[in-house]
């Protein structure tokens, strides 16, 4: 007999072990480790992942595995090995690190069945609603408003049955192609035997004469100007042919990728990409760490390395941030290798990364290029990961599992024996500090290519402008800078911190906030619907004309958005042409594509827009770029907001002067005196990371100290704090003395949709029982945790700290 070891979907810390099902006859060949199944649990039919078979079980009475979902394995066994390791890593339970791994279409989905096991003792309203089907949705039991009490009472008397499916939800697009269905001197007879007036028929068998291949039938009828009919009468007839073929959804269709080929590398390149090379040709693991300026020509050492391993017949993963997955990146890909690259972003529909992902799981492509996930790619034979702009907090998943996509990185890396290269112009701490003790394979570019000049950076202290009787959001000399770059007909790349018209709404009688009453944060003003919204739930507002609290009508919306900024320009500037870019104009798909293209023919002067615009973009024409707010994510409560700032400078300078033409930066600051901000405008790295390295190292901060956030969330405020007690008083008294615990604390935004938020932070430099202790945390509250509404999370290495 043959067990197989499930695990199933059922979240909880009591339920995440495997269990033991038998494999029946009629499946007994098929079932195999990572593959997907349906299996009774309980009353219900669950999904389940095989981690293994076994030959003998512990336990009796086991129940049969029902079906199975998936022909061939959609995990590895790498892969299931990975998400044991990776379920650990993050305390979460071993069926969400599965999860996280497959793309949302292979998520089950569960569809409840109401059986009717007689008809003659129903009800009259049940009998109504089966109209002599034996089987009803459940979804059309409560579309047709079925009564509740009347179904339970059916099931009790055993009239009615509830029948739990699991199915999964993907979808394949299918296509019908049409073809011949005979050699084609049967075809000529054919064409003689039908009747003259059968125009139609006749003119379709001519065109096949011509172009025997197979042809999509929506293309054959508008190219025949026809109707399905007489296609499909010549298919009755047997002299055509009609098949289904699966095909791809190609979310990159119709755009043509001009081919690239390999430059010829500088100096700094070759130095770089020899020992990346070395490492991929011994097929050896290596992790590195590539520190180039911007425009030092990273990218092409990525796409050099890639082809080196392409060489061998191996595969790559390209992990780039969200944000900067532009269509100028996937081009720069797509140009060098092809249809041998799949692509997987956010802004796919589910399908199309089903598609993409299908693509890789049958081994139709060896090169990944994708955000955080892609690091899952069903690859075999990896040769190279590569994490391009490495330091971004978006590699870092924020729910469970909170993975790093860089540890899983060196996880694969380890397991598949190739390099690793981690890039960035601004590497984070954690990764530079490594780096320079030699963990890492330290790899340095530090001129541009060309040596092009890095554009000077000149502050602005908004203060002084101010004072000078300027009360608008731009400095007289950006003002000034701006009008010269259009009469050179020169572009100009502005930057604003934030998004939307996005503002919060103060009184100036009294000084009151107008704030979401459940979350107890600043609301926002939006423009376009006139209502003030919460950002952290649901709660909204009509805007108010006059104060709550002292009824003054001197209440206006202050802050800064892009829809604003760009209002304003136009009233400074009114011939500049500006497009704005945000989230709120990109929302459409292909929206940021067209913006690009618009920015660049030169369809407009200035380019406006948020974090959207500081990565990635590379344009010739661009001279000028302009940082307009940059104190509100200076004075965030995180201790990485220098880092933070300091990157984001170093991204936004980055997209200036890359080319031909000489390139200017203008950083408009209330605290230019900062030293992120100063050392940003001279591109000291160096300089930065030992300043700030000594503060983090004053404060117990990483990369001297790890970190580990408790969060405990509950409708009653004295509940979290009880717990959140018990939880810090526990740490304490299990971890060694050489870790700190702070906390219980409040979260930095107290309340969110009406739960309390509280917690606990361990600094640590080596504890290796934390995990198991936090794992027993977890089981102590199991039953508040399921029953009564309580919320633990727990984040190892914490990028957002609120
Ligand atoms: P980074 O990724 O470090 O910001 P890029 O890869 O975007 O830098 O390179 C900057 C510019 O230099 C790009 O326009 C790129 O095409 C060009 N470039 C890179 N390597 C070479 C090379 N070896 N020869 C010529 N041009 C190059
Ligand atoms: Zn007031
Ligand atoms: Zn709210």
């Not at 197979?214 to 009468?233: C, M, V, Y």
């Not at 796919?348 to 598609?355: I, M, R, T, V, Y």
Request: aromatic letters at 10%; charged letters at 25%; one cysteine or more.
């Amino acid at each position: 007999m043959r067990i197989a070891k499930v695990i199933v979907d059922v979240p909880t810390s009591q339920t995440n072990h495997s269990f033991d099902y038998i494999v029946p006859k009629t499946l007994d060949k098929l079932v195999q480790p990572g593959m997907r199944v349906s299996v009774p649990f309980g009353p219900r039919k669950v999904m389940g992942f095989v981690i293994d078979i076994v030959e003998q079980s512990d336990l009796d009475k086991l129940k049969e595995i029902e079906e199975i979902l998936d022909i061939t394995p959609v995990l590895t066994e790498e892969l299931l090995k990975l998400g044991v390791w990776l379920a650990d890593q993050t305390v979460s339970f071993y069926i969400q690190a599965f999860q996280a791994m497959l793309p949302q279409v292979l998520k089950a989905k569960y569809k409840k069945e109401i059986e009717a096991l007689t008809f003659e003792e129903l009800s009259p309203s049940l009998q109504q609603l089966f109209d002599g089907r034996s089987f009803i949705d459940f979804e059309e039991f409560q579309e047709r408003d079925g009564n509740y009490y009347q179904l339970l009472k059916e099931i009790r008397a055993g009239h009615a049955k509830i029948h739990y499916k699991v199915k999964s939800k993907e979808t394949k697009k299918k296509v019908a192609f049409i073809e011949p269905n005979k050699e084609l001197y049967l075809l000529e007879e054919a064409l003689v035997d039908i009747s003259n007036h059968a125009k139609k028929q006749k003119r379709m068998i001519e065109y096949f004469l011509e172009n025997p291949e197979p042809i999509e039938q929506k293309a054959l009828i508008s190219k025949l100007d026809t109707t399905p009919h007489p296609l499909n009468q010549l298919v009755e007839k047997g002299i055509l042919n009609k098949k289904e073929k699966i095909i791809y959804r190609n979310p990159y269709k119709g755009t043509e990728f001009e081919r690239t080929n390999a430059l010829p590398l500088s100096d700094q390149q070759q130095n770089a990409i020899q020992p990346i090379w070395e490492k991929v040709e011994q097929e050896e693991h290596q992790n590195f760490l590539l520190h180039g300026v911007t425009g030092s020509g990273k990218t092409e050492v990525y796409l050099q390395a890639i082809e080196k391993v392409l060489e061998k017949g191996k595969e790559a993963i390209v992990l780039v941030p969200e944000i900067s997955l532009t269509p100028q990146m996937v081009q720069r890909f797509k140009g060098r290798f092809g249809s041998n690259v799949a692509v997987l972003h956010s802004a796919l529909s589910p399908g199309e990364k089903f598609d993409e992902w299908t693509k890789i799981h049958k081994k139709e492509v060896k090169v990944v290029v994708g955000a955080r996930s892609a690091i899952f790619a069903p690859f075999k034979n990896i040769g190279i990961i590569i994490i391009d702009e490495e330091h971004e907090t978006s590699y870092k998943q924020d729910e469970q599992p909170r993975y790093h996509a860089r540890e899983v990185a060196k996880y694969r890396g380890q397991f598949h024996q190739c390099p690793v290269v981690l890039g960035s112009a601004t590497p984070i701490f954690e990764s530079y500090a490594r780096a320079k003790k030699g963990v890492y394979h330290l790899l340095e570019m530090p001129s541009r290519m060309n040596n092009n000049q890095m554009p000077p950076v000149e502050i602005i202290d908004m203060r002084k402008e101010l004072h000078a009787g300027n009360r608008t959001m731009f400095s007289r000399n950006l003002l000034e800078e701006i009008r010269e770059k259009m009469q050179s007909k020169q572009q100009v790349v502005l930057f604003l911190n934030r998004r939307g018209y996005s503002t919060f709404v103060m009184c100036r009688e009294c000084g009151d906030v107008m704030k979401c009453p459940a979350c107890d944060i600043a609301l926002t003003y939006h423009k376009s619907s006139h209502q003030l919204k919460c950002h952290y739930c649901d709660y909204q507002m009509p805007m108010v004309s006059h104060c709550p609290s002292c009824s003054s009508d001197t209440i206006r919306y202050f802050g800064t958005g892009t829809q604003k900024v760009e209002e304003s320009l136009k009233q400074h500037i009114p011939e500049a042409n500006i497009i704005r870019m945000d989230v709120d104009t990109t929302r459409r798909k292909g929206a940021h594509q067209r913006i690009l293209d618009q920015f660049a023919s030169g369809k407009a002067d200035i380019l406006l827009g948020t974090q959207m615009i500081a990565k990635g973009l590379d344009f010739e024409n661009v001279t000028l770029v302009g940082v307009l707010a940059i104190d509100a994510m200076l004075h965030l409560p995180d201790f990485r907001s220098s880092e933070k700032t300091f990157q984001l400078l170093t991204q936004v300078s980055g997209r200036a002067g890359r080319h031909k033409l000489p390139g200017k930066v203008i950083i408009q600051t209330y605290t230019p005196e900062h030293y992120s901000i100063q050392l940003a405008s001279d591109y000291n790295f160096e300089q930065f990371f030992q300043q700030e390295m000594q503060m983090r190292k004053n404060f117990h901060y990483p990369p001297y100290y790890f970190l580990t956030l408790i969060n405990v969330s509950h409708p009653n405020q004295i509940k979290v704090l009880e717990v959140t007690k018990m939880i810090c008083k526990l740490l304490y008294k299990h971890l060694s003395d050489q870790a700190t615990i702070l906390g219980p604390t409040p979260s930095p935004i107290v309340r969110i949709n009406n739960r309390y938020r509280y917690q606990c932070m361990v600094k640590y430099k080596n504890e290796p029982r934390q995990r198991e202790i936090i794992q027993k945390i977890l089981k102590y509250y199991y039953q508040d945790i399921h029953q009564n509404d309580l919320t633990i999370q727990v984040d190892f290495e914490p990028y957002q700290l609120m």
